[in-house]
């Protein structure tokens, strides 16, 4: 595992510059919380780091062939199960397995329900599984507690530290409890 190292990174929109010189190294098995105001460029960054969208300027080096993310929305399978979601991204298949996690997440009553069906806050939760079950050194989180009540939140925060701690991640939030339960380090982009 390595670390991710974005120099001089660069990206505007027409006349309207989103990031401008950027330079941060992510280390290899932290996770970093990204914090900022609305428009600073958070979620280009990880659309960038994610290679869904190219720099107009500036290397990265050390981004691994896999990444999982979870995305400001969800983006399941409405018509799938949340196990079947979770089946579509893990690759060594075992039904088990995912069943206890999305137990584990407090959804094991709802394992073979259409995630069309669940509540924003369940279908947050799938993401969040699907995110961890997929294969890879890097997993991105695009404001992952969006939804959640304070209890839910922090079953969800334990679920990351347990079955995250030799991964990196990096989380966008605006939520100094979240990063205060979850940072190793903290990249504030105001």
């Known amino acids: 595992m390595n670390d991710l190292i974005l120099q001089h990174i660069g990206k505007s929109y027409g006349d309207k510059t989103v990031l401008a010189d950027f330079s941060h190294t992510f280390h290899a098995g932290k996770r970093t919380c990204i914090m900022g105001p609305s428009g600073c460029g958070k979620t280009t960054l990880l659309r960038i780091i994610l290679g869904l969208e190219t720099p107009d300027r500036g290397t990265i080096t050390g981004r691994p062939d896999r ?79 969006t939804g959640l009540d304070k209890d839910t939140k922090e079953v969800v925060v334990n679920y990351l530290k347990h079955h995250t701690q030799d991964r990196t991640l990096i989380i966008v939030t605006h939520d100094p409890a979240e990063r205060d339960a979850l940072a190793d380090a903290v990249l504030d982009m105001t």
Request: net charge negative; hydrophobic share 45%; aromatic share 6%.
């Open 67 to 145: 990444v999982s993310a979870v995305f400001q929305e969800n983006r399941l399978f409405e018509d799938f199960s949340a196990l079947s979601n979770l089946a579509a991204v893990c690759h060594h298949g075992d039904r088990q397995v995912m069943a206890d996690h999305l137990t584990e997440l407090g959804l094991g009553d709802s394992l073979h329900k259409p995630v069309r069906t669940l509540s924003g806050g369940m279908k947050r939760r799938v993401a969040i599984a699907r995110a961890v079950l997929a294969p890879g050194e890097l997993m991105i989180l695009d404001e992952p507690f």
